[in-house]
Each structure stands twice: as C-alpha cells, then as structure tokens.
C-alpha cells in the first residue's frame, strides 16, 4: 500500500488549499471526500432536477447540496470534489478589521493585518472579478439602498466567475454546467493533482483513531494510515467528526462558538432579470450586508441577508418590505436557512478555550490539524469562502517542506 504523509478530510476551501499546498512543499497527500466527482455536464439543469441537487443517497438523490434541519433552523453544505464550491454563488469578500476583534478571535494575532497577503492570493487562485452588469432587479436593490439612505454602499459582488463563458443563467448554486464558475475542481484540486495529490470521492470517513506513528482513519471499507490528518470536513462536519472520535484530551470549547454568520433569506417572486446568482449588495448599517439572489432567469429572487450579530437581524424585514415596493413584488417569505455554518473548533493559544493552536493543531494532538470554516469562532456578516481559503493559505504557509 502506498504511504500517506497527509491524509485530507474533505475537498471543499481549506481542504483543496491543504492538498495544493502540501503537495507543493513533497509531501505525499491523499483526500478523502464524502461526495462524489462530477463534471460539469453532471450537474442539475435548473431547481427542478431535484436529485442533481440534493445529497440525500438513501432515496436516490446523489446532488450537491446537504440539508439538515436543527431547532427549526435549515443548514444547507456543499458535498462532493470541490466541498462548498460546487453549489457557492462564488461571492468573495475580505471582512472588515472590526470582525477580527469579536469574541472569539485570539488577540495575540492580528487577523486583520496578517490574513492581508493571504486574501490577495486566495483572490488570485480562486479567480476574483467584479460582476460587470447591473440587472433590473439590481437597479431595484440600489433604488431599495437609496430610499433607506445607504446608496453610497451599493455595490455590484465580486465573484470568482468568467464572465467570458457566463450565459448569466442564474443557476451558480444549482450547479454551472458552462464551466464559467471557478469550483475548487478548476483551480486548486486541479494544480493539486498536477503535483501529486489524489482525491478519492464516496469516502465518508466516520472515525479516527491516533496510533504511535501517525492515525488510523475509517471510512467505511477500509481503514488508512497517515502520519498527519488535516480535518477539512466544514464547520459542521469537523465538529461532528472530532465528537464522534471521542479523543482523549480534546478541549471542552469543542462545539463551541458555532454560528450561522447572521443569515437570513427573504424569497419573493419577482422579475429581475438575467444575472449571476449573487450581482449586487449593500450595506443598511455597518454591521450588515444584504444581497441580492436569484435561482435561474430571473423570477425566484431572493435577498440574502448577513450581520456580524444576531441581534442585527430585525430590520431585515424593513428592507425586504422597501425592495418589494421597487421590484413590484408583494407575495415573500423569510426562511430559517444558512449555508454558512461556522465555528466549533476555535483557534487559540489556551486549551481551555480553543480547540487548535494558532498554526491550526489540534492542542495535544500535534500531528491532528483543522483547516474549515470551524476555525472561524464568529460571524463574518460576509460570505466566508474567502476567509476559509486566506486562513487556510496562512496555515499550510507555515509547514515545513516534507
Ligand atoms: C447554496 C450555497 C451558496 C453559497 N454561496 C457562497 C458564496 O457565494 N460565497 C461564500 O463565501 N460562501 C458561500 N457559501 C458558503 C460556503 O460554501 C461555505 O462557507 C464553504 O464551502 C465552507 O468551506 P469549508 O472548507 O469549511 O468546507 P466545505 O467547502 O463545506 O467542504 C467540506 C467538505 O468535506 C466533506 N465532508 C464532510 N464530512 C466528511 C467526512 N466525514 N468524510 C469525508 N468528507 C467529508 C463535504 O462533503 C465537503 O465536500 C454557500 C453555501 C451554500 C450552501
């Protein structure tokens, strides 16, 4: 059996950027991913194929999106090569500084000034441009931001998509069957395989086991051995698979600080016109961010709204209500739905409060690393791809060469 060095849980941001970035520095890397490969031909036409988009294999639906439903709240997850990009908008954002001083955040590093190079390379790898069109339905967002007073905030996304092969179907989060969206698949497990790493899709791993000379991993025909294991399984999937493993000495914060980045969708039928997913946003107060949404051409658009706090939530409606009047919309509907669960394995120099050390080891476990949007102990009242890949960059940054 060939030798592992590093064995990766998961294929989504900080799982792709581990693999790129080990198999760059020789060591021997291997990914095991829950989901399956796809091409881009596999992938849903529009909502309506069902089971192209959903993940639920015990009634034949093998898609790319994972429901689970908890205390009345829906998390929507990524699943499959390329974990959270196959069905992301493909909006980034850089947080603003402020974000990094929330609880949670270790003080000793300044996020903000050190995650700065590491944004700019995240950008560059994962194909960072502005959305160059305003639709009727962004006008409409813009006309919404000037009744409220907050214009001057208005802004089309930045989205890691090529303009040059979008049709502008709307389709990015049921799957972009033209190639134009940036999936992991495009650019960092790509690079990653060109130097070496392997991928292998349908290995759900359900357990690990340390051993003296690295850890055992179980899927569930067959256990593998590596001397590192880096657990990139997303916020909700690390926490799980570290609580499951039950491993001697893990940090009571395990589980702690999770949060669903203040999301909130506002749904409306409504005519908006062709776009990508995610075209425009704008910003009610500081703290929050609201965009601009749409499921294929045009009619089921929605506003999607994030706030660095919870308690930011409420006037999500106020601004729904404004946006109806421009669009001439009345029927909508908010729903309990985040697609961005983070936290559960905070970083930090103390045990007690932190479940990985400040380059992302495990506290104890020195060989056990965590690269996903469980590191990330707050909301972002911003998409979190961007900042899972940056912090990501900055860790694997910090390994030696194999
Ligand atoms: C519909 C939708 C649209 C979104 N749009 C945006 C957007 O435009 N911009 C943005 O910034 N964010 C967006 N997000 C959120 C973004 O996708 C996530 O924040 C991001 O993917 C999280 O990255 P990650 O590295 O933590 O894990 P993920 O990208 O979720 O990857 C984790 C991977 O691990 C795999 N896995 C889990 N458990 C196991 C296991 N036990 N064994 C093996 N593999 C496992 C999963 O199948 C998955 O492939 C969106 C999310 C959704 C659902």
């Known amino acids: 059996m060939d030798r592992i060095d ?5 294929s989504g941001f900080g799982g792709s950027v581990a693999a790129l970035r080990l198999a760059e520095k020789g060591y021997r890397v291997t990914v095991l991913e829950a989901g399956r490969r796809f091409a881009d031909t596999d992938l849903a036409s529009g909502p309506w194929q069902l089971h192209r988009v959903l993940w639920a294999p015990r009634i034949g639906m093998r898609g790319i999106i994972r429901v689970r439903v908890r205390r009345r709240l829906i998390v929507l997850t990524g699943i499959g090569v390329g974990g959270g990009s196959l069905a992301y908008a493909g909006v980034h954002y850089r947080p603003d500084p402020e974000v990094f001083q929330a609880a949670g955040w270790d003080r000793s590093v300044d996020w903000s000034s050190e995650l700065d190079p590491w944004f700019a390379r995240a950008e560059q790898m994962l194909g960072t441009t502005t959305v160059p069109d305003l639709s009727p339905g962004d006008q409409a967002l813009r006309r919404t931001a000037n009744a409220l007073g907050a214009v001057e905030t208005f802004h089309p996304t930045r989205v890691g998509i090529d303009f040059s092969s979008c049709t502008l179907c ?22 990653a ?33 590596a001397k590192h294991v880096v657990l990139a399984a997303g916020a909700w999937g ?44 704008f910003r009610p107060d500081a703290a929050t961010t609201v965009q601009l949404c ?53 970083l930090g120099t103390n045990p007690a409060t ?44 910090m390994w030696e060469d194999a």
């Open 6 to 10: 590093v064995l990766v849980v998961g």
């Open 170 to 191: 709307g389709h990015c989060t049921t799957g972009c069957r033209t190639g134009a969206k940036n999936t992991l698949a495009k650019n960092y497990l790509r690079l």
């Open 193 to 225: 395989g060109q130097v070496g790493a392997r991928v292998h899709p349908l290995a759900e791993v359900t357990k690990l086991r340390p051993r003296s000379d690295g850890w055992d991993v179980y899927t569930r025909d067959r256990v593998w051995h």
């Open 238 to 281: 690390t926490t799980e698979l570290l609580r499951r493993s039950a491993l001697p000495g893990l940090s009571p914060a395990l589980g702690t600080r999770m949060c669903t980045n203040g999301e909130r969708l506002y749904v409306t039928r409504a005519k908006v016109g062709d776009g990508v997913a995610i075209s425009s946003a």
């Open 294 to 346: 749409r499921i294929g051409p045009g009619q089921i658009a929605f506003l999607n709204a994030m706030a660095r706090d919870d308690h930011l939530v409420s006037h999500y409606g106020r601004v729904t209500v404004k946006f109806m009047e421009q669009i001439g919309s009345r029927a909508w509907a908010a729903l309990p739905v985040t697609g961005h669960p983070l936290g559960g394995c905070p």
């Open 354 to 397: 932190s479940v990985a050390d400040l380059r992302h080891r495990v506290h104890g476990y020195p060989t056990l690393h965590i690269a996903d949007g469980s590191t990330i102990p707050h909301n972002l009242g911003v998409n979190p791809a961007l900042t899972i890949t940056a912090m990501a960059e900055r860790a694997f940054a």
